[in-house]
């Protein structure tokens, strides 16, 4: 950690604004080349479905099949068409019945 002297003199001399904005550049620019192959494929795969589901791009097909998948997902687990598959569904405990004899 920075002495408190040290830091004063950086804020004097005002270059503590230039450093962060140079390290701050520095690692945006580092950022952008992959080094790891598996960080690489899956920015490459976030590119390729962000450039498919574009509105310019849209294919009709891609919506019906993902209806296709929600009525097949919604018959599996007993979905309601008109439910939300993304809510969690409420459940309703019956009290246990307890013979008073001991």
């Known amino acids: 950690m920075l002495s408190f002297n040290l830091l004063q003199k950086l804020n004097v001399a005002g270059s503590a604004g230039r450093f962060a904005r140079r390290n701050i550049s520095a690692t945006s620019v580092l950022m952008t080349n992959v080094s790891d192959p598996i960080q690489k494929l899956f920015l490459d795969k976030i590119r ?6 574009d509105s310019k791009t ?4 891609i919506d019906k099949g993902y209806k296709n998948d929600l009525e097949k997902i919604g018959r599996q687990y007993n979905i309601a068409p008109n439910e939300d598959p993304t ?3 409420t459940i309703k405990f019956d009290e246990p019945k307890v013979d008073p004899q001991v």
């Open 48 to 53: 390729e479905y962000k450039g498919k589901f």
């Open 58 to 61: 849209f294919d009709p097909s």
């Open 87 to 89: 809510k969690f569904p």
